[in-house]
């Protein structure tokens, strides 16, 4: 079955300062290649070019605008990506309620609930709570 990973991964792929973090996004998103394992949520992508291209603390962006382009466009190409619908947008509404999520949580939930997903992979949200038929699993978790 295929889970829906969360930005916060693929932004990971591209941040060294956390050489763990790095390994594990980088091995879970090319298993997740290989084993057409993996969706994203149109809102990850809006998200990681956000992420990587802004400055983080001062110091440059982890990519240029050029190359956040180029990776976006191959995530596109190399997953599927599940794009925003009435319903998902009235699962998240629900979800901000039942679960007292954030509304950008409450999305990647919907994104998953409403596209039949059992597992999200995200670090943002209780490792191992079962959020309607979704668990999740923080893939950085010792």
């Known amino acids: 079955m295929a889970a829906l990973v969360d930005t916060s ?6 941040d060294g300062r956390d050489r763990h973090k790095q390994r594990v ?18 809102q990850s992508l809006v ?3 956000s992420a990587v291209t802004r400055p983080i ?5 982890l990519l240029d605008p050029a190359t956040a382009t180029r ?4 995530l596109l190409v190399q997953f599927d990506i599940i794009f925003p619908t009435e319903e998902v947008i009235h699962a998240a509404l629900r979800a ?3 679960y007292q999520l954030s509304w950008f949580d409450a999305q ?8 039949g997903l059992t597992e999200i992979l995200s670090e943002d949200f209780q490792h191992g ?3 309607g038929r979704v668990r999740v699993v923080d893939p950085f978790r010792e």
């Open 47 to 49: 998200e990681f070019y």
């Open 25 to 42: 996004a980088t091995e879970l998103l090319r298993q997740g290649i290989a084993r057409d394992s993996i969706r994203i949520a149109y």
């Open 96 to 98: 901000t309620a039942a």
């Open 71 to 74: 990776e976006v466009e191959e």
């Open 57 to 61: 603390r001062g110091a440059r962006p």
């Open 129 to 131: 709570r079962l959020y």
């Open 108 to 115: 990647m939930w919907a994104y998953a609930e409403t596209s």
């Open 9 to 14: 991964v693929l932004v990971y792929r591209y």
